[in-house]
């Protein structure tokens, strides 16, 4: 390799990201409920071939999200083998595409920042714990990236295939739609504010009916598919997916009015470390910015690459901040916008690309944290919960059942495709069509006589469970001890088989 190119920073920040995505991803178990949910319903599709419905079990379907997330996964896995290497993979990619499209983002807003924009990326906290984690976020950070990119070359680049540009756009607006639903179309009303804010709209158009068509043949498809076959859910996905999660607290989000003090501003000033007290010298300076911007016309123009940054960062910011429901990653696609802040903020200052020495000890500070975390013992750890299964299982396990209790579909993994998980309700309840708090009652799980279970139940619950199953003329027997203050037994179907043989005999 010619010595100019060991020398490009561009080679050692690739080499530095794709070292933090990629080591250590598959050494930590997976993590209830977030990684096993979604990994689970990905297996689910493997095994059954219905890419189509998501399930969490044969029996319920699973319709908190649109499907590309489990799409990616089920891909990945069906490559790679059942392991948590390949669920994570898709995150970590996303994350790697993320830190390159940042620095073509940057390259034309801000030439020169490039380098620095990428290396913020790749090296600020949250963004690197996030690509560790299964979820929709950062498939939905990446393509809310491509979009902005595509948007960024056909609004300030050569003016050559600008139209082919926002395809692009609309592309990456489509993928993120059936990644998380109209939450992936949230940058869409930057781009339009801005090209309204800045002379020349005419010429710079968005909404392009070529575009609006492109993403309807890629984004509705699956939505008119499943809403055709799943009469119902067009209503439970605009009500319960949409507007409640916006405007009511009942999915328990950190509702309250003060919510996004405890969530957003410790997510954004801990997340950007080491970069943090750059983004800070440009939030000073953002109200002489925006004065200055009121100039006129040609000062906006000059102005435009600040303008589009600061809309992209704090408007989304501002949704998020007045919805009712949030979670730290769902600010994930506004860390890209704010790499390339820091990346201008150092340009403006004349500051280069940071000493590598102290680069490196931070890069080595990361690795540490990922792999401490693999061995930090919690209770989400669904391999542990695993090992334990298999220690006190008498026979190969099949299913695992969860009475009253937290479903830890991680386990679908870590024992085997074929296993599968439910979760059961001591009682019939009135539950709704989609997405309903059990799979089904006590009654109809042990009428189906299946062999190769598991039942797990809280300590605390377990005289109540093995009473509610004697009554059923069944007979709960322990297995081992108990496990992080639950009970796992098994159920002797042989009581109520001799009972009722005579019976069949006559």
Known sequence: MPPAVLRSP????ALTSVVLALCFLGTRGMWDPDEGRYTNVALNMLTSGDWLNPHRNHEVGHWTKPPLTYWAIASSIAVFGANTWAARLPAALSYLLCVWLTGRIARRLSPG???VAMLAYATMLFTVGASQLITT???L??????AMWAFVEARFGHGTQTRRWIALMWVGFALAFITKGPAGLLPLPVVLLFNYLLPGRRTHRTLQWSGIVLFAVLALPWYLAVFHGNPGLFRYFVGDELVNRVTTGEFGRHGEWYGWLEIYVPTVVLGTLPWTPALWRWARTLPASVRRWRGGPEQRLADANWLLLSLWLLLPLLVFCVARSRMPLYVLPLFVPMAVIVAQQWQREGRSLPRWRWLLAWVAMLLALKLALAWW????????????????SRVPVQEVVFVEDMAR???????????????????????????????????VELAEHESGVVWVCKQQDWPLVRARIAALGYRAELLGTPYQRRVMFEVDHAAVDQRTAPANAR
Request: net charge negative.
């Open 137 to 139: 976020d950062y498939l």
């Open 377 to 392: 013992p919690t209770h989400k750890d669904a391999s542990a919960w695993a090992d334990a299964i298999r220690e006190r």
């Open 409 to 443: 579909y991680g386990l679908h993994l870590h024992l085997g495709t074929g296993t599968e998980i439910e979760k059961i309700s001591l009682d019939a309840l009135h539950q709704p069509r989609f997405n309903p708090p059990y799979d089904e009652p006590l009654a």
């Open 113 to 115: 920042s490039e380098h």
């Open 141 to 146: 950070a990446a393509c809310e990236t491509l």
């Open 10 to 13: 561009s080679l050692w920040i």
